[in-house]
T-cell receptor
């Protein structure tokens, strides 16, 4: 069964710093990988989707990479801002794309 | 225009009651899901429907019964609520690219 791990569990950085969040998964037979952001008491907002055939995706200050063979993905956030403070979740979908397995999340705090 | 909407947002009820949570998506997706987020914020799938057909039912007590009247709606009915059912329940949908879109969640508190 797919297991998804995110490291670190919590991260606190000063504003302006570049940072990397890590996600690892045990079964490389995935359909895609998706990064989400969750603000306290809110739903999940999709940040980036990487299909299994892709290596990376970029959106603004965010860049996500995928190394399917090693079961790893990273989310790079450039020039962090206080508004980036949230929990970041990584999810991989099974080979049929009909189920998403979530990591435990990284709680990010950006200090002004 | 909300893509995935679920109601109610908050639900407080007594043990033993029966309650329903409704979900609707206007994205034209074929697949809909229910996820449960526990007190440690971990998200776990409960059910997955594709074109109104149940395709995934993860070891969920049979007190939980999903119903999909059409592919835009997936409702969750819970019988005989227990304290341990307290959690945030998320509805989601996905289409051809399998990109998931989530609703805002329903915070269920059983007292």
């Amino acid at each position: 069964k797919q297991e998804v791990t995110q490291i670190p569990a919590a991260l606190s950085v000063p504003e302006g710093e570049n940072l990397v969040l890590n996600c690892s998964f045990t079964d490389s037979a995935i359909y895609n990988l998706q990064w989400f952001r969750q603000d306290p008491g809110k739903g999940l907002t999709s940040l980036l989707l990487i299909q299994s055939s892709q290596r990376e995706q970029t959106s603004g200050r965010l860049n996500a990479s995928l190394d399917k063979s090693s079961g790893r993905s990273t989310l790079y956030i450039a020039a962090s801002q206080p508004g980036d403070s949230a929990t970041y979740l990584c999810a991989v979908s099974g080979s049929t794309g009909n189920q998403f397995y979530f990591g435990t999340g990284t709680s990010l705090t950006v200090i002004p | 225009d909300t893509a995935v909407s679920q109601t109610p947002k908050y639900l407080v009820t007594q043990m033993g009651n029966d309650k329903s949570i409704k979900c609707e998506q206007n994205l034209g997706h074929d697949t809909m899901y229910w996820y449960k987020q526990d007190s440690k914020k971990f998200l776990k799938i409960m059910f997955s429907y594709n074109n109104k057909e149940l395709i995934i039912n993860e070891t969920v007590p049979n007190r939980f019964s999903p119903k999909s009247p059409d592919k835009a709606h997936l409702n969750l009915h819970i019988n005989s609520l227990e304290l341990g059912d307290s959690a945030v329940y998320f509805c989601a949908s996905s289409g051809g690219t399998a990109e998931a879109f989530f609703g805002q969640g329903t915070r269920l508190t059983v007292v």
